[in-house]
Structure formats: C-alpha cells, structure tokens
C-alpha cells in the first residue's frame, strides 16, 4: 500500500460571518489516501445526518470518444448498471430500491460520474453495489442493444426540442473537430457505428483506478472508509491510460450564421456567442459578476431590457461553460419569428453598452452579495462540497478555491469587471445559431453575416 494519507490542513466545519459582513466557508475535516493500484480517495464527514453519499469519478468523458463515434462514454457508463459478473440489472435495481437509496452513472464532456447515495446504516449494500458495477460490469450484449436503441430513440426524439437543436447547431459551428463539437449523447449516424466490444475498449482504456477519484462524504469514519475501500478496490488493475491530443478550438472570424429550418415553429430560438475561458483563468472572478449583471439572474441587464422593457421574450441569459478546455460563452434566448432580428440586436446593445461603462453601485453590491452568501450557502451538505472538490481535482484548482471563494470574490473591482466584459465578449466574431422558421426570418438574419442553412435531418 502506498500511503498518502493528507488531513487537508482546511478542517473546521463552521459558517461564519466576517468583519465585512460576508458569510466565508470552512471546510469540514477531509482526509485523502491513495490506494497502491493508484485510486484517491476523498473522505468528507459530515455526522449531522446518518446519511452517506458515494461518487467514483472516472477522468474520462464524452471528449475522449472515438471520432465517429460520439455517445461511446455515455452508453459505457449507461450499460454499468445493467448487469454485473454476479448480478443482473433487476437484481441491483432491487439491492438499491429495497434500501431507498439511489444509484446512477452520468457523463459530461470531462468525465463519468458514477453516485450512490444511502442511509448510514445501509452503507455496505450501496458501497458494494457501487464497487460491483465499476469493478465488474458484464456488457452483455443483449443489454448493450437495449440501451443501444433507447439512446438512439432519445436522439430522434429531441430533434422535436428547438432549444436542443440550437444547442447541437451552435456547438458544431463553434467547435468544429473539436470534440465539444459533438453531443456527449451522440447521434444517430454515430452511435450506429458502435458496437459492444467499443463499449468493452472503452472501458478498459480508461475505466482503471489511477484514472479515477472515489469520493465519500456523511456520516462516516475515515478509518472505517479506508479499510472497505482497500477491501472492494484493491483487486481492481491500473493501467496505462490514453493521452488525448485534442487542441482547444479556433475562435470565430467574423461573424456567421446557422439557421436550422424548422417549418412549423412559430418563434425563433436563438444561441449566439464564442469561446470562453476556464477557471484557471485570471478573470474568472470578474467574468462570474460581470456574467451575473449581464445575464445571469434575473435582474440582468439582458433580462431587464430585452424582456421586461421590450417584451420580446421570457427568458434571456448568458452563460460562460466551466470545462477542462474552454467551452462556449454564450447568450441564449426564444422570440416570436417576427421579431427575431429585434431580439438579437437589441442583445448586442446590451452586451456593447457593457463593455464602455463602469457597473453601477446597485447592480455591483448585488451581484458580491449574491456571490458572497449563495456560495458558502451551496456547500451546507457534504454532497455538495464533494461537487466542488471533484472541481479541484480535474480541474487543477488549488486546495484554497473553496474557501478563499468568497474573499477573492470581495476582491474584484468595477474597473475588472469592465475589463472582462472588453476581453471576453467580442461581438464582431461570434457564432449564431437560429432554430426557426427559414421561409419567415432567412432574410432578416443575412445582415449577420454568411448563412448555411440546415434542416432537422441533419442532426
């Protein structure tokens, strides 16, 4: 056994008030191992409620899909509950539900999220469940067709979501080859292309322990913890994991157009934007408070004048994506057909406007507060500081973002928040996206730039 167990030197589990009157975080005790096959483990405690909630994430998302292949992550972490070497899919479906406890497998572009959550006193069926199917998945091939079909139903269905499409559309203008390009679901084209022993391959390439973080987090003992964990994880191999090359995407020159033709919609449903950044980047405390004062709450300036004044929709907002490479920042929205053009260019006044002013003392106050006191607010249950540690973990955050969060959120100035609207909005190069009807607002969307037009199909 490798030891490398740390007692993050952050441990007092209080909520406090500081002499600025904000609310400030500190960290409940959190102990870390790391097993000899190369699995870390997090332990949070948290014995308020004999609760326990488990999360094994797998470094490995919908970007290390194959090309061609798209929706590869999301069928393999989908099939891990569908049969073990020693159990079916009824009978972990009746393990968990006979205990009221909960157990899924999710993906996102960055990587597989695989959670258990149960009482204290049924911690051993969740934990072993949750080992079994990580550890010991059968990928049997008749439950590979059945997901297989059910994902490919899922597709063809959204194709009747506008807001989908726009999002599919948007992010494949903007990305390109890029693998944020592709739908972490897939597509139809693409997951016919993928068979059980993909699913197998992908598994074993990435599926390994020293590609992986188990977190627990209740009302737990960490002593108690490390020696399960060692028991149910210790036979499982580590590997060597694959490198993946990919380079973050261009940004737009100029600006251009997708129009996605949907013959009978009655309004328009509008994405446009560009690259953002990531937390790492210096900016990311400006951009999250500029981000809140130009779209993202419901006092946002976008809200209050493309909304409220102008009555052009019922929901606007901007929102920069948190990836391990920059995703898109983007604003969103719907509107009648006729008013499309309207909508869109009375959002760009908005965004300029934001970039040649000082934010006003109101519009300021509001957003640290909003800041200060939902941050430390968000992290009252262990399962939610295990969200925000998975964040440090793949996202190389240094150990001190939860805590010094809201300190370095009072540090950001009106002069930094004008700064990061001038660098990270540039309304001159963006890509839009437009699901509507093509015959009604074709026309009034060519002073954008260069239209290509698409149908349903193509998605």
Same mark, same amino acid.
């Given at each position: 056994?490798?030891?490398?167990?740390?007692?993050?030197?952050?441990?007092?589990?209080?909520?406090?008030?500081?002499?600025?009157?904000?609310?400030?975080?500190?960290?409940?005790? #959190? =102990?870390?191992?790391?097993?000899?096959?190369?699995?870390?483990?997090?332990?949070?405690?948290?014995?308020?409620?004999?609760?326990?909630?488990?999360?094994?994430? /797998?470094?490995?998302? *919908?970007?290390?899909?194959?090309?061609?292949? *798209?929706?590869?992550?999301?069928?393999?972490?989908?099939?891990?509950?569908?049969?073990?070497?020693?159990?079916?899919? =009824?009978?972990?479906?009746?393990?968990?539900?006979?205990?009221?406890?909960?157990?899924?497998?999710? =993906?996102?572009?960055?990587?597989?999220?695989?959670?258990?959550?149960?009482?204290?006193?049924?911690?051993?069926?969740?934990?072993?469940?949750?080992?079994? #199917?990580?550890?010991?998945?059968?990928?049997?091939?008749?439950?590979?067709?059945?997901?297989?079909?059910?994902?490919? *139903?899922?597709?063809?269905?959204?194709?009747?979501?506008?807001?989908?499409?726009?999002?599919?559309?948007?992010?494949?203008?903007?990305?390109?080859?890029?693998?944020?390009?592709?739908?972490? @679901?897939?597509?139809?084209?693409?997951?016919?292309?993928? =068979?059980?022993?993909? /699913?197998?391959?992908?598994?074993?390439?990435?599926?390994?322990?020293?590609? *992986?973080?188990?977190?627990?987090?209740?009302? @737990?003992?960490?002593?108690?913890?490390?020696?399960?964990?060692?028991?149910?994880?210790?036979?499982?191999?580590?590997?060597? @994991?694959?490198?993946?090359?990919?380079?973050?995407?261009?940004?737009?020159?100029?600006?251009?157009?997708?129009?996605?033709?949907?013959?009978?919609?009655?309004?328009?449903?509008?994405?446009?934007?560009?690259?953002?950044?990531?937390?790492?980047?210096?900016?990311?405390?400006?951009?999250?408070?500029?981000?809140?004062?130009?779209?993202?709450?419901?006092?946002?300036?976008?809200?209050?004048?493309?909304? @409220?004044?102008?009555?052009?929709?019922?929901?606007?907002?901007?929102?920069?994506?948190?990836?391990?490479?920059?995703?898109?920042?983007?604003?969103?929205?719907?509107?009648?057909?006729?008013?499309?053009?309207?909508?869109?260019?009375?959002?760009?006044?908005?965004?300029?406007?934001?970039?040649?002013?000082?934010?006003?003392?109101?519009?300021?106050?509001?957003?640290?507060?909003?800041?200060?006191?939902?941050?430390?607010?968000?992290?009252?249950?262990?399962?939610?500081?295990?969200?925000?540690?998975?964040?440090?973990?793949?996202?190389?955050?240094?150990?001190?973002?939860?805590?010094?969060?809201?300190?370095?959120?009072?540090?950001?100035?009106?002069?930094?928040?004008?700064?990061?609207?001038?660098?990270?909005?540039?309304?001159?190069?963006?890509?839009?996206?437009?699901?509507?009807?093509?015959?009604?607002?074709?026309?009034?969307?060519?002073?954008?730039?260069?239209?290509?037009?698409?149908?349903?199909?193509?998605?």
């Amino acid at each position: 056994m490798k030891k490398s167990k740390i007692i993050i030197n952050i441990l007092i589990a209080v909520l406090f008030i500081s002499v600025n009157g904000f609310a400030q975080l500190k960290l409940p005790p #959190i =102990t870390e191992e790391t097993l000899d096959n190369g699995l870390q483990l997090v332990i949070v405690e948290n014995h308020e409620l004999p609760l326990v909630t488990m999360r094994l994430v /797998v470094k490995a998302g *919908a970007a290390n899909d194959p090309n061609e292949k *798209a929706g590869l992550a999301n069928l393999t972490a989908g099939l891990l509950r569908q049969g073990t070497a020693t159990l079916k899919a =009824t009978e972990i479906a009746d393990k968990i539900d006979f205990v009221g406890g909960s157990l899924s497998a999710s =993906t996102n572009r960055d990587y597989t999220n695989i959670s258990c959550s149960v009482l204290l006193k049924h911690f051993d069926v969740g934990f072993g469940l949750l080992a079994d #199917i990580v550890v010991n998945p059968k990928f049997d091939s008749s439950e590979f067709a059945r997901e297989l079909n059910q994902t490919i *139903a899922g597709v063809i269905q959204s194709k009747d979501d506008p807001d989908n499409l726009c999002e599919r559309g948007f992010n494949q203008a903007l990305f390109g080859t890029n693998p944020y390009g592709r739908p972490s @679901v897939g597509t139809e084209a693409s997951l016919k292309n993928i =068979t059980v022993e993909d /699913v197998k391959k992908f598994y074993r390439d990435y599926y390994l322990p020293n590609n *992986a973080i188990l977190l627990v987090a209740g009302d @737990v003992m960490p002593a108690a913890i490390i020696k399960e964990t060692r028991k149910a994880f210790s036979g499982w191999e580590k590997g060597s @994991v694959p490198v993946m090359n990919s380079m973050p995407a261009n940004e737009p020159s100029g600006r251009s157009v997708v129009l996605i033709d949907k013959p009978d919609a009655t309004q328009s449903n509008i994405r446009f934007g560009h690259l953002g950044i990531t937390r790492k980047d210096p900016d990311y405390y400006p951009l999250l408070l500029m981000n809140y004062i130009l779209g993202g709450s419901f006092t946002s300036r976008l809200n209050a004048v493309v909304r @409220v004044q102008k009555g052009l929709t019922y929901d606007i907002r901007t929102q920069n994506e948190w990836n391990v490479m920059p995703g898109a920042y983007y604003c969103n929205t719907y509107t009648p057909n006729e008013s499309t053009m309207i909508a869109i260019q009375a959002s760009l006044d908005v965004i300029k406007k934001m970039q040649t002013e000082l934010v006003t003392d109101e519009e300021f106050n509001e957003a640290k507060n909003f800041y200060s006191g939902y941050y430390p607010g968000s992290l009252e249950t262990a399962d939610n500081i295990v969200s925000e540690i998975i964040k440090i973990k793949l996202y190389g955050l240094p150990v001190s973002y939860i805590e010094d969060f809201t300190e370095n959120i009072n540090k950001v100035t009106k002069e930094a928040i004008l700064k990061a609207a001038k660098n990270h909005w540039n309304t001159d190069n963006l890509i839009f996206c437009v699901v509507g009807k093509a015959s009604e607002i074709e026309k009034m969307l060519a002073p954008l730039g260069p239209i290509t037009k698409k149908t349903i199909d193509q998605f």
